[in-house]
């Protein structure tokens, strides 16, 4: 009996300000991959503003929130509700909103 037909294939790149990139194939379940030098998975990248991320003419949907506890009525982006206002009372106040310029009221900027 012949072995089942098994191959994955990942990409890999050394991160925004690097040109750095790998291909890996596995070809085998079991196999032993080692990667040398720093990791940094996406879900680890700091967080930044979304007032300072935004780029004029690029589509983009945002949650904005309000926090109680800060007494901000309004448009606090995502990343600086997570970040800034962590523990906070927050309560949503738009969500999936297309923003058309770069807003965030947060005034605890930490980002």
Not at 6 to 22: I, L, M, T, W
Not at 33 to 60: D, H, N, Q, W
Not at 80 to 97: F, R, S, T
Request: glycine share 6%.
């Amino acid at each position: 009996m012949s072995e089942p037909s098994y191959q994955r294939e990942y990409s890999v790149s050394g991160g925004s300000d690097s040109d750095e990139a790998a291909n890996i194939k596995i070809s085998k379940p079991g196999s032993e991959i080692r990667i040398m030098g720093k990791i940094v998975l996406r879900g680890e990248e700091p967080k930044v503003c979304f007032a300072s991320t935004f780029v004029k003419g690029e589509v983009k949907t945002i949650d904005y929130y309000a926090c109680k506890t800060c007494q901000l009525a309004s448009w606090i982006c995502q990343n600086c509700a997570d970040v800034c206002h962590e523990g906070h009372d927050l309560i949503p106040y738009k969500m999936n909103h297309v923003s058309t310029w770069p807003c965030c009221y947060c005034q605890r900027k930490k980002l």
